[in-house]
């Protein structure tokens, strides 16, 4: 039985548990026996907690017997990407710099999944600090891409993908700055969805680039998905940034909404730098929605599709030096014991504790924000990044959604871009501008190339229009059911 509930989806799992077929215990002891059994080789998770995972689903398993179940999570195992708080987990955004530190609370994403009867599972791999795109910027090494083990999951939220895809868990959670649930989504061929900006808590997220992170779900299916989107979603007086908007049963909303969309294609998003077989795929995905009815719009988007990398890496890098400022090796992290005076300890301990992606970043972050510089540089790009969000809402106005590939190729080599920032930047250059105007996106799969590798496509939808973007891609996934096919580790 352990083998068959691997690749099950959560949902059906959920069914599993209600009707006794499985039992909570069980399902945790076939996430640890498949991730004893390959995380040698993905090296998905930082640390699991076996003995916890074990005791909350003995509780959930009473819970069911009771007739007192909290809901279909409860009992299911998820994954935390490892820059999401869970009290007394480590809390290491994959850095030399919080190697040792452990969450003294949880985020409100996971006392929402907790009350639910979730069961965290363990801590997923990512790029420190959220800073990069393929999972190869961690201090615990990289993660590998299950299709294809010499091969990056993308990033950063490389290890959340990747557990997914490897039948190691069915739900984890991951976060996107700018596509780092989408990209690694669908470079490991599983569901990842970006929400509306301010619809899900970012308590307990250590920041990045606080005015376009986002917590969001990685999943096998769109329903499971809407699942956890719909327990993790709504509003929290501890998150400034949290909005209040009505949260439905997302889950049950794939069931109604059946109608035929409107959907733009951005025209600039399939040009230059396109692989042919992703840019074939995602084509043969548009056709589809024609095909059944949906009416095709070709748009543009020219602004987004030319400064949306300049002007993310101009203001994610200014916060993250601003946000970064306070592991100084006074108030927690790392602390080196080099030092000479106050002023050393605080160069020795973050020179020891930061990788070189992440120092990169910061140097570039606080040279945008020095003087002489803000005004050229950082105010600049929010203006232009004001212009961008209002180029989407234009074309959103006519349209329900908009479709693109959401990575220009499909996974690369371990290291091949390593050497150069610039070529590894623009992985995200179809997921960044949707950040930047704090739309909700999702990647669900669309094919394979012909090595094997998965292909995604990117939605797009409008502002906390989550029902109707989850919609539009069950559409598809039903159709196709690439979901159904998994790597052979």
């Given at each position: 039985m352990a083998d068959d509930l691997n690749y099950?989806?959560?949902?059906?799992?959920?069914?599993?548990?209600?009707?006794?077929?499985?039992?909570?215990?069980?399902?945790?002891?076939?996430?640890?026996?498949?991730?004893?059994?390959?995380?040698?080789?993905?090296?998905?998770?930082?640390?699991?907690d076996e003995a916890g995972a074990l005791a909350l689903a003995q509780d959930s398993d009473q819970r069911r017997a009771a007739g007192q179940a909290r809901g279909p999570l409860d009992g299911i195992p998820v994954g935390f990407k490892d820059v999401i708080a869970v009290a007394g987990q480590p809390l290491?955004?994959?850095?030399?710099?919080?190697?040792?530190?452990?969450?003294?609370?949880?985020?409100?994403?996971?006392?929402?999944?907790?009350?639910?009867?979730?069961?965290?599972?363990?801590?997923?791999?990512?790029?420190?600090?959220?800073?990069?795109?393929?999972?190869?910027?961690?201090?615990?090494?990289?993660?590998?891409?299950?299709?294809?083990?010499?091969?990056?999951?993308?990033?950063?939220?490389?290890?959340?993908?990747?557990?997914?895809?490897?039948?190691?868990?069915?739900?984890?959670?991951?976060?996107?700055?700018g596509g780092s649930i989408r990209q690694p989504a669908a470079l490991c061929g599983i569901v990842g969805l970006k929400p509306t900006y301010g619809l899900v808590s970012r308590y307990g997220l250590a920041a990045y680039a606080s005015s376009l992170d986002q917590i969001g779900t990685m999943a096998r299916t769109v329903e499971d998905a809407a699942?956890?989107?719909?327990?993790?979603?709504?509003?929290?007086?501890?998150?400034?940034?949290?909005?209040?908007?009505?949260?439905?049963?997302?889950?049950?909303?794939?069931?109604?909404?059946?109608?035929?969309w409107r959907l733009g294609v951005p025209k600039e998003f399939f040009g230059a730098g396109l692989d042919p077989e992703v840019g074939a795929a995602v084509k043969a995905a548009i056709e589809h929605?024609?095909?059944?009815?949906?009416?095709?719009r070709e748009v543009s988007l020219p602004l987004a599709a030319e400064y949306a990398i300049a002007v993310y890496y101009l203001i994610a890098t200014?916060?993250?030096?601003?946000?970064?400022?306070?592991?100084?090796?006074?108030?927690?992290?790392?602390?080196?014991?080099?030092?000479?005076?106050?002023?050393?300890?605080?160069?020795?301990?973050?020179?020891?504790?930061?990788?070189?992606?992440?120092?990169?970043?910061?140097?570039?972050?606080?040279?945008?924000?020095?003087?002489?510089?803000?005004?050229?540089?950082?105010?600049?790009?929010?203006?232009?990044?004001?212009?961008?969000?209002?180029?989407?809402?234009?074309?959103?106005?006519?349209?329900?959604?908009?479709?693109?590939?959401?990575?220009?190729?499909?996974?690369f080599k371990l290291g091949e871009k390593s050497s150069d920032p610039l070529a590894m930047y623009l992985t995200d250059i179809y997921t960044i501008s949707v950040n930047l105007a704090g739309l909700p996106g999702i990647s669900v799969p669309c094919g394979f190339t012909t090595g094997g590798l998965p292909i995604g496509l990117q939605i797009i939808g409008r502002p906390f229009d989550e029902a109707g973007l989850l919609s539009i891609a069950r559409h598809y996934e039903q159709a196709h059911g690439w979901y159904s096919k998994h790597p052979s580790l």
């Open positions: 099950l989806p959560a949902a059906r799992l959920a069914e599993m548990l209600g009707s006794g077929k499985i039992s909570s215990v069980g399902l945790v002891q076939s996430c640890l026996a498949r991730t004893k059994a390959v995380d040698g080789r993905v090296k998905a998770f930082n640390s699991c290491t955004c994959s850095s030399k710099m919080l190697a040792n530190f452990i969450s003294p609370y949880d985020a409100t994403v996971t006392e929402k999944l907790t009350a639910a009867g979730a069961i965290p599972f363990g801590r997923l791999n990512m790029d420190e600090f959220a800073m990069g795109s393929s999972t190869e910027n961690s201090a615990f090494g990289p993660t590998a891409n299950p299709w294809d083990l010499t091969r990056v999951p993308g990033g950063s939220s490389g290890g959340s993908a990747a557990a997914v895809a490897a039948g190691e868990v069915s739900l984890t959670l991951g976060s996107d700055t699942l956890l989107l719909g327990a993790i979603a709504g509003h929290d007086e501890r998150d400034s940034t949290s909005f209040k908007a009505d949260v439905p049963d997302y889950r049950a909303e794939l069931a109604r909404s059946k109608g035929r929605y024609r095909a059944t009815g949906c009416e095709i200014a916060e993250a030096s601003s946000n970064l400022a306070r592991y100084d090796g006074v108030r927690y992290g790392r602390r080196s014991a080099k030092a000479k005076d106050a002023v050393d300890l605080y160069y020795q301990s973050r020179a020891e504790g930061f990788g070189d992606e992440v120092k990169r970043r910061i140097i570039l972050g606080t040279h945008v924000l020095s003087s002489g510089y803000y005004d050229a540089y950082y105010l600049r790009a929010q203006k232009v990044r004001t212009l961008i969000r209002n180029e989407f809402t234009a074309v959103l106005r006519d349209c329900d959604a908009l479709l693109s590939p959401t990575s220009p190729t499909a996974a």
